[in-house]
């Protein structure tokens, strides 16, 4: 089990921010390794950023956890309550299609401040296939993607690192 992280005070969680999100599964197991659990997740947490007002500007479902790149889309968004809702949508859906739990508890966080790039952590989440060594480049990564950015907008924000050398 994981020990529950730290977090920001309950206003730091609120509004119009970008935040870096990384979810594991429970005890690492290896739940995103087809496309059908990948999609069914996807989609639960697509449900809860459409309830609670969050835009998944990228993603990447690595095989034993996900990286998520979501903006609060109103000043009233708590990052909190979507992430909770994400989670349970998510985990209800996958325990009846794999019978078992999906995620550990808690999650890692990381709120973009003003001087931090969106591109970086794009960069960053795309990228991470490339290092784990599961592909050479990002676009041949099945399981990652945007809500909002279409693969050439994604491309050009990874720019010429979205490969390996």
């Given at each position: 089990m994981?020990?529950?992280?730290?977090?920001?005070?309950?206003?730091?969680?609120?509004?119009?921010?970008?935040?870096?999100?990384?979810?594991?599964?429970?005890?690492?197991?290896?739940?995103?390794?087809?496309?059908?659990?990948?999609?069914?997740?996807?989609?639960?947490?697509?449900?809860?950023?459409?309830?609670?007002?969050?835009?998944?500007?990228?993603?990447?479902?690595?095989?034993?956890?996900?990286?998520?790149?979501?903006?609060?889309?109103?000043?009233?968004?708590?990052?909190?309550?979507?992430?909770?809702?994400?989670?349970?949508?998510?985990?209800?859906?996958?325990?009846?299609?794999?019978?078992?739990?999906?995620?550990?508890?808690?999650?890692?966080?990381?709120?973009?401040?003003?001087n931090?790039?969106?591109?970086?952590?794009?960069?960053?989440?795309?990228?991470?296939?490339?290092?784990?060594?599961?592909?050479?480049?990002?676009?041949?990564?099945?399981?990652?993607?945007?809500?909002?950015?279409?693969?050439?907008?994604?491309?050009?924000?990874?720019?010429?690192?979205?490969?390996?050398?």
């Amino acid at each position: 089990m994981c020990p529950r992280r730290p977090r920001l005070t309950e206003q730091q969680y609120l509004g119009r921010c970008r935040y870096s999100l990384t979810l594991c599964t429970s005890g690492r197991h290896k739940a995103f390794i087809d496309k059908d659990a990948v999609t069914l997740t996807l989609s639960q947490i697509l449900r809860a950023g459409k309830e609670h007002r969050f835009a998944l500007i990228a993603y990447c479902f690595m095989p034993d956890h996900v990286h998520l790149l979501v903006e609060g889309c109103a000043p009233h968004c708590n990052l909190e309550r979507y992430v909770h809702a994400a989670k349970q949508f998510s985990g209800f859906a996958y325990a009846r299609h794999a019978e078992r739990r999906l995620w550990q508890h808690s999650y890692f966080d990381h709120a973009l401040r003003g001087n931090e790039s969106t591109q970086r952590a794009v960069r960053y989440i795309l990228e991470n296939p490339i290092r784990a060594g599961l592909v050479r480049i990002v676009d041949e990564y099945p399981f990652s993607g945007s809500e909002t950015l279409t693969w050439k907008e994604l491309l050009e924000l990874v720019g010429s690192s979205g490969q390996r050398p």
